[in-house]
């Protein structure tokens, strides 16, 4: 390992043992990274240098941006962090916004100047945000004033983080007006090594205890060489538009880090439902565009009010892509959308397939860079057409911060990714669920057990469980099976009390779209929920009402 730039050395500390890495592959040519690398030098420095600055870089309804305007407020905020902020190299830095310009910004700030950009969904509340700045030892947020309620909650609660930066509040002491000052349009790269932590992603596990996964400034790259390069193929005149949030990996991935590696331009959309993702991409002309089959089955309905005919690319990730969504829009705009499966922990995709190799129903082969395989319950790999664990390794994966399901993903040196899959005889891999508790409802990703944690502080309930459903919309649909204490009746006022309290408490996309009041719930002779048997009876019901 190359000699660290940081200065604050905790995320190094708090790395996996080496021995509990997954064997990293670095089979491409274009892989090989030197030993010390700034991600933000070759993703946006490197283009003023040859002579691209004037470029279109980021477009928004409020703003555009080129690439030497990006590059000079990247630099004010960096020499905010450093000269006014103190940040040191190797401290956390939370991140709070929708996707616009100043978040990218911000995002690469924090990395230039050597930190490590920990950012956030908006959507999520005061207690959901306390627990990434506790795990991470955060010491200073730069967030979005418009998203200040729940960041003020979550400061006072949280001892770690002493300064807290708005920007768009039109204060004195507010991010805009440190930036503006004589001297801070230039900064220089902090000399940081490419297995130097420039990113943590957060992202909820089968307990509902989020994990941090740990990501160097060669992974960003090698995210954009081996997906973006071989799959992809984007070019410099293309123009990037989608839906997922940037403190996604997926939404970083798409609307960030491969635009910007080939010279091309994004769109950033603060409001990004299927309706106004249409109209984005005709009023911006869009030709690449990235979000979940949700999106894609909704802008069906509306697509012919719209002039999309510039686009050419389409992305699908976050839940598997049913194959009659996958008919539909190919049928509707003779597009072939692109499925891809990948994970926080492995920062995006790794298993999907160019528009010429696309098997439809099939998530794809594996990324060049990258390979795969489906094992049993030892580790060995099964027949071709059996059902087994997904394993993947490859210039990528997971690293966790301090935490012990680190030896639960890695396995034998492979990225086990808690998904189930089958593999024909021609090497395509076909989803078939997760193996896990987590339930991914429209591209989210949602923890049963964080729901039936936030449904039990609500004093008409006595016990819950929550499970995912199949749905032909939305994928899974969030379900919980409530029982409810005595004096308190299951009908459709309280249905609606108990969903609304959720979404008071916890991210609002988490919360039960079916409750079903339930007398008992299934458990193991020790009182263990069985989940399982839940999401058996809520899937039979499902097929049967489906089938009527």
Known sequence: ?????????????????????????????????????????????GWIGRGHGDAPCLVSPTETLTYGQLAERVNRIANVLVRDLGLVPGNRVLLRAPNNPMMVAAYFAVMKAG????????????????????????????????????????????????????????????????????????????????????????????TGEPKGTMHFHRD???????????????QGSDRFIGSPPLAFTFGLGGLVLFPLRVGA??????????????????????TICFTAPTAYRAMLAKIN?????????????????????????????????????????????????????????ATGKPVPGYEARVIDDEGRDVAPGTVGRLAVRGPTGCRYLADPRQRKYVQGGWNVTGDTYVMDVDGYFWYQARSDDMIISAGYNIAGPEVESALLLHPAVAECGVVGVADEERGQVVTAYVVLRPGHSGDA???????????????????PRAIEFVSEL??????????????????????HKLAS
């Open 115 to 206: 930190g490590v950009a920990v950012a956030t969904m908006p959507l999520l509340r005061s207690k959901e945000l306390c627990y990434p700045i506790a795990k991470a030892k955060i010491a200073l947020a730069l967030c979005d004033a418009r998203l200040s309620e729940e960041m003020d909650k979550a400061r006072a609660q949280s001892p770690d983080l002493q300064r807290l930066v708005y920007w768009g509040s039109g204060v004195a002491d507010g991010l805009e007006a440190m930036m503006d000052q004589p001297g801070y349009q230039r900064f220089t790269a902090c000399d940081t090594a490419g297995e130097d932590v420039c990113l943590i992603g957060f992202t909820s596990g089968t």
């Open 265 to 286: 331009s994004s769109i950033m959309l603060e409001k990004a439902a299927p309706e106004d993702l249409l109209a984005a991409m005709a009023q911006f002309h869009a």
């Open 220 to 234: 960003i790259l090698a995210t954009c060489d081996s997906y973006g390069h071989h799959v992809l193929r984007a």
């Open 1 to 45: 390992m190359a000699a660290s730039a940081h200065i604050d050395t905790f995320t190094r500390d708090n790395l996996p043992p080496r021995a509990e890495w997954p064997d990293f592959q670095f089979t491409l040519p274009e892989l090989h990274y030197p030993e010390r690398l700034n991600c933000v030098t070759e993703l946006l420095d």
């Open 522 to 543: 299934p458990k193991t002779q020790t009182g263990k929920l069985q989940r399982f048997e839940l999401r058996r009876v809520a899937n039979e019901k499902s097929s």
């Open 305 to 361: 009010g719209h002039d999309i005919s510039l686009l050419r690319k389409c992305v699908s990730a976050g839940e598997a892509l049913p194959k009659a969504t996958f008919d539909a829009w190919q049928a509707a705009t003779g597009i072939k959308i692109m499925d891809g499966i990948g994970a926080t922990e492995m920062l995006h995709i790794f298993i999907g397939s160019p528009e010429e190799a696309i098997r439809p129903g």
């Open 493 to 511: 006022a309280m249905t609606k009390q108990l969903q609304d309290y959720v979404k008071a408490s916890i991210a609002p996309y988490k919360y």
